[in-house]
Nanobody, 115 residues
């Protein structure tokens, strides 16, 4: 079984920064893509940033230039550095991991951007 745990959410003022972490317990399984999604109230879950185990990354247009995804394969951890946060970034952020063609989700971490 693969366990996914996010951390690092919280309340931040507009223009501020947060760093989310996602730790994966893979029990020896190979991890493929590690991605960050978010879901705001009343909206569908959307991809924020993705990373492959080969090192490629991609971002939603709304966060390009402000968010950076990175991963530490030795620690099975993926990070999301979020800078210049805006009110519209408020959402629950989820980590999604793909391992051996199965998809695993964390429980989510709340990010609230408000003055």
């Amino acid at each position: 079984q693969v366990h996914v745990v996010e951390s690092g959410g919280g309340l931040v003022q507009p223009g501020g920064s947060l760093r989310l972490s996602c730790a994966v317990s893979a029990n020896g399984r190979t991890i493929g893509a590690m991605d960050w999604y978010r879901q705001a109230p009343g909206k569908q879950r959307e991809l924020v940033a993705g990373s492959s185990n080969g090192g490629s990354t991609d971002y939603a247009d709304s966060v390009k230039g402000r968010f950076t995804i990175s991963r530490d394969n030795a620690k099975n951890t993926v990070y999301l550095q979020m800078n210049n946060l805006k009110a519209e970034d408020t959402a629950v952020y989820y980590c999604r991991v793909i391992s051996l063609l199965s998809v695993y989700w964390g429980q989510g971490t709340q990010v609230t951007v408000s003055s």
